[in-house]
């Protein structure tokens, strides 16, 4: 398969998710741009956004093996990564594996187990891989988190790390859908959409792993010059220096807004990337990876604020 037609599967792969999910283009660009670059993406968004509907009809989409676990408090590690169970009849221990040994894990609110079942997914998330009882196994690849979590409620939760924040690639805020996008739910539903039954909805996949390799193989050759990353690095840099930012972008968000950057270039037919792409790309790669002073979250101020503000003060290479 050519360049063009791996183009136009990702095309097809967005129209796909189209069928079930309406109203949601962004967070739907957000995650085909987090598959191709090897990334994790967390979806925040208020309960009935179709966050959870919005990964199985990718899932579905793609030709991969899915898995949902939803996070709650009494969730342990093990129930997680798998663990090592007695077999009565061979008289010795096996490793059964955990729902983390899937192509696509949907980590359904996530910030409702503690840190500790959420540290879990760290090894996983970075390494690709799961270490128990001293012996390492490797995940399938590829191998994605889909994390949603609930802004609005505070009890019951956990706050998520900013280690583990770090690497999820993207943050995709689900909004509320406008009136015209909610009418057509209601029309959907009222012609006998159902959400379980995404077959019956005319999802049907059009990738598969090989092709997503591919695709992900071709990302990589995607050229940036000096200039454009020196632009990269000079955003990241002011997230540091702006007095309401108590904890700014690391060199890891560096890396992350440059995939992300390559892999948005690639979708739009360019073999480098230009600023226009990093801009695109800054505000789902970095705003979960700022970490804002008392007195700055006090006054209203967000962190897509202040980047937006850096978008218009760092000077763009031309």
């Given at each position: 398969?050519?360049?063009?037609?791996?183009?136009?599967?990702?095309?097809?792969?967005?129209?796909?998710?189209?069928?079930?999910?309406?109203?949601?283009?962004?967070?739907?660009?957000?995650?085909?741009?987090?598959?191709?670059?090897?990334?994790?993406?967390?979806?925040?968004?208020?309960?009935g956004?179709?966050?959870?509907?919005?990964?199985?009809?990718?899932?579905?989409?793609?030709?991969?093996?899915?898995?949902?676990?939803?996070?709650t408090?009494?969730?342990?590690?093990?129930?997680?990564?798998?663990?090592?169970?007695?077999?009565?009849?061979s008289?010795?221990?096996?490793?059964?594996?955990?729902?983390?040994?899937?192509?696509?894990?949907?980590?359904?609110?996530?910030?409702?187990?503690?840190?500790?079942?959420?540290?879990?997914?760290?090894?996983?998330?970075?390494?690709?891989?799961?270490?128990?009882?001293?012996?390492?196994?490797?995940?399938?690849?590829?191998?994605?988190?889909?994390?949603?979590?609930?802004?609005?409620?505070?009890?019951?939760?956990?706050?998520?790390?900013?280690?583990?924040?770090?690497?999820?690639?993207?943050?995709?805020?689900?909004?509320?859908?406008?009136?015209?996008?909610?009418?057509?739910?209601?029309?959907?539903?009222?012609?006998?959409?159902?959400?379980?039954?995404?077959?019956?909805?005319?999802?049907?996949?059009?990738?598969?792993?090989?092709?997503?390799?591919?695709?992900?193989?071709?990302?990589?050759?995607?050229?940036?010059?000096?200039?454009?990353?020196?632009?990269?690095?000079d955003?990241?840099?002011?997230?540091?220096?702006?007095?309401?930012?108590?904890?700014?972008?690391?060199?890891?968000g560096?890396?992350?807004?440059?995939?992300?950057?390559?892999?948005?270039?690639?979708?739009?037919?360019?073999?480098?990337?230009?600023?226009d792409?990093?801009?695109?790309m800054?505000?789902p790669?970095?705003?979960?990876?700022?970490?804002?002073?008392?007195?700055?979250?006090?006054?209203?101020?967000?962190?897509?604020?202040?980047?937006?503000?850096?978008?218009?003060?760092?000077?763009?290479?031309?």
């Amino acid at each position: 398969m050519t360049e063009s037609q791996l183009r136009e599967a990702f095309a097809s792969l967005r129209t796909e998710v189209g069928k079930a999910v309406v109203g949601q283009d962004a967070a739907v660009t957000g995650l085909t741009i987090t598959l191709l670059a090897g990334g994790h993406a967390l979806l925040e968004g208020v309960p009935g956004v179709a966050k959870t509907l919005l990964v199985r009809t990718l899932s579905h989409a793609l030709k991969l093996e899915t898995k949902r676990v939803q996070f709650t408090p009494d969730l342990m590690p093990g129930d997680l990564t798998g663990s090592l169970v007695y077999d009565s009849k061979s008289g010795e221990f096996e490793f059964r594996e955990g729902p983390v040994f899937t192509n696509i894990l949907l980590a359904d609110e996530i910030n409702r187990t503690p840190p500790k079942t959420q540290s879990a997914l760290l090894e996983a998330m970075e390494e690709r891989q799961v270490s128990v009882d001293g012996v390492t196994r490797k995940l399938p690849v590829p191998f994605l988190v889909a994390a949603t979590m609930n802004p609005i409620e505070y009890e019951g939760t956990y706050t998520l790390p900013e280690a583990q924040l770090d690497r999820f690639l993207m943050k995709l805020t689900l909004e509320l859908p406008e009136r015209d996008h909610e009418v057509e739910v209601l029309q959907r539903h009222a012609h006998g959409f159902n959400p379980r039954d995404l077959a019956a909805a005319g999802v049907t996949p059009v990738l598969d792993a090989e092709q997503l390799a591919a695709a992900q193989a071709a990302v990589a050759k995607v050229g940036a010059s000096a200039d454009v990353l020196a632009y990269a690095v000079d955003l990241a840099r002011a997230t540091r220096q702006s007095p309401s930012v108590k904890l700014g972008v690391s060199p890891r968000g560096s890396t992350a807004l440059l995939a992300a950057s390559k892999a948005w270039a690639w979708l739009n037919g360019f073999d480098a990337i230009t600023p226009d792409h990093v801009q695109a790309m800054a505000l789902p790669v970095l705003r979960h990876r700022i970490q804002l002073r008392p007195e700055a979250e006090l006054e209203g101020v967000s962190a897509d604020t202040i980047l937006r503000a850096i978008l218009q003060q760092v000077q763009v290479p031309i």
